[in-house]
């Protein structure tokens, strides 16, 4: 009995899982190719002045610039995950490094507005299969205990990445010109793509699902037609042919999307995932979060170089306090210790209301001079650094292992998406209320320059530049609105799927109690019986 009992207990304890060892390393390969890709969905804001300039580029065209690279990705990004899961994420995040080195060097040398958004959109193509392999290899190499510290220094690169494009892109304008913000991304995709080859491990789900190639034209077809809807809609109305069009090819196709992923037995995004409330929230946060991040830099760039006239080195070192935010709270490990007091929904819920406050603050108090801009900027980095790891990791928690790389997809795609439709959406109500404000004179131009150019007196540039102003203010308060109203749905949502789980475990320990209670007299009456 006794050489049994020594036998049996190493075989009771559950095998501790083997920690890659140079997973930290790896982490950092990561975070390069993470942000690299997402400092060019803000890195374009500072050069909006040398474009509308030097290519004659309307504000519709800068934005399909930046919106082309936002929708190519978040069409994209489900697809890209499906692939890396079944043919190797390492492999993917390789060819991901090479296509979108390739789309920089196509874009720093683009000579027309159609160019560039080609070129753009090609690098989108790499993007994907970069953002949603970099997440599921995070996921792979590191463990329970581990996982939710290395995601978060993930998600801090990811926001750093939006925070720090104006920065990067204002000091390269400085001194080259603009093309320069595209052929720098060229020696760190290089430098990427060797540490990756000599250091990443390779990960596959061989038995994994085959792509879902209609899945992804349909998502891509979709939200282009609604994000083209949104950003036509200020210059040709809201009833026009082309809007209505648009926006009723993009719903409808959406609606098709959602149809074909039920009936499919290997689908781009398991629909069944929305049936999980943690899951439904982060979904509605992260969209939200991107929205107000990706238009209220869209604003603020362009607020502080059009109309305050800083230049774009100038314009990205006023950006910075949000970076900054970001690094002190991430990186020291604040916002890690702050989910682990507090929990996801209080984590969220508190991040998503100080990004709303700071956008509040910039419109009321910014509109006029760098003062408030600087306040909103400190809570904008401050709720960005927490919210963005936490609803990260409440993505990936709700998708099983196996599907590493749809659950980065996933997380990817809610970050592009929110992007672009935060640049359409926030963009749209900027010219909108500008052609409320200034009718005659926005009729005529396609972008504030344009219209400056057009102004005979001092009085009337004053004019417009003030109707300029006005338009970014409800830009901004449209963005906070909708920050603080996702952010207290997530965590409602939140909470109500801790409460349910708290609750099926305690029914699961009451049943199992139950049967071991109902077990005992039965064994105890069968020992009896074999003394007996």
Known sequence: MAASTTASTPSSEAPQPVRHPTRWLILGVI????LTVLLDNTVLNVAIPSLTTEMGAATSDIQWMLNAYSLVQSGLLLTAGNVADRYGRKKMLAIGLALFGLGSLGAGLSETTGQLIAARAGMGVGGALLMTTTLAVVV????????TKAIGIWGAVASLGFACGPLIGGTLLDHFWWGSIFLVNIPVAVLGLIAVLKLVPESRNPAGDRPDLLGALLSTIGMTGIVF??????????????????GGIGV?????????????PYPMLDMHFFR????????????????????SIFLLTSHLQLVLHYDPLETGLRMTPLALMIVLLNFTGVGARLMAKFGGPVTVVGGMTMLSAGLAVIAWTGAHGYGGMFAGLILMGSGLALATPAMANAIMSAIPPEKAGVGAGVNGTLTEFGNGLGVAVLGAVLNSRFAALLPAVAAGAGSLPEALGKAGTAAERSEIQDAFASG????????????LAGGVMAAFLLRRAEQ????????QADRAEQTEQTERPDAQDGAADTRA
């Open 31 to 34: 975070c390069l190719a993470q």
């Open 140 to 147: 792979q190499v590191f463990d329970d205990t581990e996982r």
């Open 229 to 246: 809807a949104i950003i036509s809609g200020p210059e040709h109305g809201w009833t026009s042919a082309r809007v209505l069009l648009s």
């Open 252 to 264: 409808v196709v959406m609606a098709l999307f959602v149809l074909w992923e039920l009936r499919i």
């Open 276 to 295: 999980d409330r943690s899951f439904v929230a982060a979904v509605m946060g992260g969209v939200l979060v991107a929205l107000g991040m990706g238009g």
């Open 472 to 483: 970014v203010q409800s830009g901004q308060l449209v963005g906070a609105v909708a920050v």
């Open 500 to 507: 349910a789980d708290r609750a099926d475990q305690a029914e």
